[in-house]
């Protein structure tokens, strides 16, 4: 019997998935150790057939087929349905009743990266699962080789059928700039558009591993410039976006304005509540403090959680969530859905709303308590240090007795509103938001959380780029 034992580069098992830089931290034998641990995971629970799809990397037809062997080599039998959105491969776990699946995909990273997201059974596969996989290649504790099988399967038109499903806009034409960035949600944004009532113009619509035209990341503004200037050309309701994988959304309204995860999360909640009265509505640490008194107003249980879109989904399970959300803009649908973070289905739902609606997308968002806060800030701060830094922030706010929620790091509150401050779980970065009613009361939170990053020998963050009035 052929022994296998097989390392990983220290940077590419990660939190919520395993990624990496493809040629230098990952290679094609790293697809193959991980088809090879995970289908033991799988295996080892009774399972015998998984679902494995691709984004358009230009490397994830050489990763695949790895992946695949090593995930034969258990005995499963694999279901390949080839490039394809994230949330479809999610998807097709539970259509084709597979026992977990995985996804070839380097997300909204540069061209250069790939990597695997993972889901075993129902449920996210990440944090000391995901570390699991790298002791299994180390010490060769996989299941005895087997001759497993594989085929090709099309989900395409059962995802599309199921998304169409929960429409629920009647015939109201809106018209709506799709851009699906170049990425692996292109032909499924084809295929929703033509089934959809109302006038559609989708750009960046063919998959190109290389992303000509914009990085593939809707939360950064400078990325949906084009689509706002569509939005413009076509005097469009409002402009949809999707990241490389279309697993987050980015939404822009018909004035070119962008909605920020937490606002769109408030649009989706208010419509969510009226079928779930009370119902739990999460959003992560990073979100207004407008979005959880929206939620409160329209009759909702609102909960901040830590950031993450594997965290975010097992605290829906455990606490029967119809919906959540995070800043970064993954958008959880547990109504009528199956509570996976899914781009195209997350934007139809909100263009069901926008048809029944008397108001414009414009005017929800203008509706909305108007807050002054910082963009998201990420600085660099040495692995081993980051958590340390937060502790060390803790501890002083412990001994000012300041307000503190330490639910993922530390977020304050003040009379002037809150600033937070947390440890990255995927880089050797800190995290930090302030948020205010006042110009005035946005610099002295900022001052507030320069003092402790000082006191923790780490300079100020840079705060120069717009601070996003939303």
């Known amino acids: ?10 940077t590419v098992l990660r939190e919520y998935d ?18 090879r641990c995970f289908g033991s995971v799988i295996a080892r629970a009774g399972g015998s057939k998984i679902v494995v799809g691709m984004d358009g990397r230009v490397s994830s037809p050489e990763l695949e087929p790895q992946l695949v062997a090593g995930l034969r080599a258990c005995g499963l039998e694999v279901l390949r349905i ?7 491969t999610y998807f097709a776990t539970y259509a084709l009743e597979a026992d977990g699946c995985v996804m070839v995909t380097g997300s909204h990273n540069p061209p250069d990266y790939n990597g695997f997201k993972m889901m075993l059974g129902k449920k996210p596969f990440f944090g000391a699962q995901i570390q699991e996989i790298g002791r299994m290649a180390r010490e060769g504790d996989v299941v005895p080789s087997a001759v497993g099988s594989d085929r090709k399967v099309d989900v395409t038109e059962e995802y599309a059928a199921r998304v169409m499903q929960d429409y629920d806009g009647g015939d109201r034409k809106l018209t709506v700039v799709w851009d699906p960035g170049n990425g692996s949600g292109c032909d499924i944004t084809k295929v929703l558009v033509a089934r959809l009532p109302g006038e559609h113009f989708v750009i960046n619509a063919t998959v190109d591993g290389t992303f000509p035209n914009h990085h593939p990341d809707p939360t950064v503004a400078k990325n949906l ?12 309701d409002l402009g949809i976006a999707f990241d490389g994988d ?41 979100a207004s403090q407008v979005l959880f008194d929206e939620i409160a107003k ?3 249980t609102p909960l901040m959680w830590k950031t993450g879109h594997s965290l975010i989904k097992s605290k829906m399970a455990e606490t029967g969530s119809p919906l959540a959300g995070e800043m970064s803009g993954h958008i959880f649908f547990a109504d009528k859905w199956y509570g996976f973070d899914d781009a195209p289905y997350s934007a139809v739902r909100l263009l069901g709303i926008i048809a029944r609606s008397p108001e414009t997308l414009g005017q929800m968002r203008a509706a909305l308590p108007v807050v002054i806060n910082t963009p998201e800030l990420r600085f660099d701060c040495d692995e081993a240090r980051k958590f340390v830094v937060v502790e060390e922030v803790k501890a002083r706010l412990a001994a000012e007795g300041a307000k503190v929620q330490a639910v993922d790091g530390v977020r304050v509150l003040t009379e002037d ?38 006191a923790s020998g780490l300079q ?10 939303h």
């Open 298 to 300: 329209a009759g909702g």
């Open 225 to 236: 410039e084009q689509l706002i200037a569509e939005v413009a050309k076509q005097k469009a």
């Open 18 to 35: 395993i990624r990496g830089i493809v040629g230098k931290t990952l290679k094609p034998e790293d697809a193959f150790a991980i088809g």
């Open 417 to 454: 509103g809150w600033w937070l401050l947390r440890a990255s779980n995927t880089q050797a970065v800190l995290v930090a938001r302030c948020e205010a009613s006042t110009d005035a009361g946005l610099e002295r939170l900022k001052a507030m959380l320069v003092k402790q990053l000082v």
């Open 460 to 469: 100020a963050p840079d705060f120069s780029g717009e601070n996003a009035g």
């Open 246 to 286: 279309a697993d987050r959304i980015g939404v822009v309204d018909g004035e070119g304005n962008i909605l920020f995860g937490d606002q769109l999360l408030v649009v989706l909640a208010r419509d969510v509540l009226k079928t779930h009265p009370g119902g739990t509505i999460i959003a992560d640490v990073k």
């Open 82 to 88: 080839g490039l394809v959105a994230t949330p479809m």
């Open 1 to 10: 019997m052929t022994v296998f034992n097989h390392q990983f580069d220290g």
